[in-house]
């Protein structure tokens, strides 16, 4: 049982977040902790993770009570494509509709049970339902994501994703036209104050930094090309949403629902569209491309035709 008190500059924090930072647990497992009855606060059982913290609450958890996992099941899922594979990684181009990893409340494919059906042995670093995972991919959103094989490709890619020397190149169809062509978003990201599923640009969040510049402008709709300094959650469609240019097909951060049925979207379009780093290894510079989609490349030709 780990009993502490909340301190000041943690009030006004969501539990799972406040709890994770003084106990150096992920945010999922404190959630999964609550779930299991396992997390007390001023003397009350906590029932939601979205509870606000205040400064000087006495918080008792119960660190064995068993939580919630997900698990893997082993299945080839259809469209996952494997665009590289050595002794230590593994680079997969995701489809939309495929989660990186099993989650609690996720019933959908994955990444890694793909690569458990495909007969691929992945580092067993990380949780149990995650293990290999360097990187995450939104479901909504396809592309380049790079699973480790090994232990030391694990550690190493790990280190380069929290040191931002990997290169994370997204292709983003946004609506209108930004101004200017070219620029840099800095503005902190958090999770949405009324709901939360849902990200936000607000005052307390965490730093975000997204580089954009223009590939083509069309008569209603941009085609960006997005380096990530920084790998929030929803970190690009939070951004161009803010700037009032969302994704096209992203109703959830604004976009028009008109225009993306005119297009046959039913997803944002975004597409993780090139990665490259250090080979944890070899140490050489790699890289590898995705094309579009072909649901991405029918909107897009559709917006080129006017």
Same mark, same amino acid.
């Given at each position: 049982?780990?009993?502490?008190?909340?301190?000041?500059?943690?009030?006004?924090?969501?539990?799972? !977040? +406040?709890?994770?930072?003084?106990?150096?647990?992920?945010? =999922?497992? @404190?959630?999964? *902790?609550?779930? %299991? &009855?396992?997390?007390?606060?001023?003397?009350?059982?906590?029932?939601?993770?979205?509870?606000?913290?205040?400064?000087?609450?006495?918080?008792?958890?119960?660190?064995?009570?068993?939580?919630?996992?997900?698990?893997?099941?082993?299945?080839?899922?259809?469209?996952?494509?494997?665009?590289?594979?050595?002794?230590?990684?593994?680079?997969?181009?995701?489809?939309?509709?495929? !989660? +990186?990893?099993?989650?609690?409340?996720?019933?959908?494919? =994955?990444? @890694?049970?793909? *690569?458990?059906? %495909? &007969?691929?042995?992945?580092?067993?670093?990380?949780?149990?339902?995650?293990?290999?995972?360097?990187?995450?991919?939104?479901?909504?959103?396809?592309?380049?994501?790079?699973?480790?094989?090994?232990?030391?490709?694990?550690?190493?890619?790990?280190?380069?994703?929290?040191?931002?020397?990997?290169?994370?190149?997204?292709?983003?169809?946004?609506?209108?036209?930004?101004?200017?062509?070219?620029?840099?978003?800095?503005?902190?990201?958090?999770?949405?104050?009324?709901?939360?599923?849902?990200? %936000?640009?607000?005052?307390?969040?965490?730093?975000?930094?997204?580089?954009?510049?223009?590939?083509?402008?069309?008569?209603?709709?941009?085609?960006?090309?997005?380096?990530?300094?920084?790998?929030?959650?929803?970190?690009?469609?939070?951004?161009?949403?803010?700037?009032?240019?969302?994704?096209?097909?992203?109703?959830?951060?604004?976009?028009?629902?008109?225009?993306?049925?005119?297009?046959?979207?039913?997803?944002?379009?975004?597409?993780?569209?090139?990665?490259?780093?250090?080979?944890?290894?070899?140490?050489?510079?790699?890289?590898?491309?995705?094309?579009?989609?072909?649901?991405?490349?029918?909107?897009?030709?559709?917006?080129?035709?006017?």
């Amino acid at each position: 049982m780990a009993v502490m008190l909340v301190p000041d500059g943690l009030a006004g924090e969501r539990i799972d !977040a +406040a709890a994770a930072r003084m106990t150096g647990l992920s945010r =999922s497992r @404190v959630a999964d *902790l609550i779930t %299991a &009855g396992g997390v007390v606060l001023a003397g009350m059982p906590v029932e939601k993770a979205s509870v606000k913290v205040v400064g000087g609450e006495l918080l008792e958890i119960d660190l064995d009570s068993p939580a919630r996992s997900a698990t893997i099941t082993p299945q080839m899922v259809e469209g996952v494509r494997i665009v590289h594979d050595d002794a230590d990684i593994v680079v997969v181009d995701k489809p939309v509709g495929v !989660a +990186a990893h099993p989650s609690v409340g996720w019933e959908g494919p =994955s990444v @890694v049970e793909h *690569l458990a059906g %495909a &007969g691929f042995r992945i580092s067993t670093s990380g949780a149990a339902e995650r293990q290999g995972i360097v990187q995450r991919l939104d479901v909504g959103t396809s592309g380049l994501m790079v699973v480790a094989k090994s232990e030391r490709a694990y550690t190493v890619l790990k280190q380069a994703f929290r040191d931002r020397t990997v290169d994370k190149t997204y292709h983003a169809l946004v609506q209108g036209h930004p101004d200017p062509f070219e620029g840099t978003i800095d503005a902190p990201i958090g999770r949405h104050p009324h709901h939360d599923w849902k990200m %936000a640009v607000m005052e307390g969040g965490r730093r975000s930094i997204t580089h954009y510049q223009t590939i083509e402008a069309f008569r209603s709709a941009t085609l960006l090309e997005i380096h990530l300094e920084t790998g929030r959650t929803h970190q690009i469609r939070v951004h161009m949403s803010a700037l009032h240019h969302p994704c096209i097909g992203d109703p959830l951060y604004g976009s028009d629902p008109v225009l993306a049925a005119r297009l046959g979207l039913d997803r944002q379009w975004l597409h993780a569209h090139k990665l490259g780093f250090v080979h944890p290894t070899e140490g050489d510079w790699v890289e590898f491309v995705s094309p579009y989609p072909d649901d991405l490349q029918r909107a897009l030709d559709i917006i080129a035709a006017g």
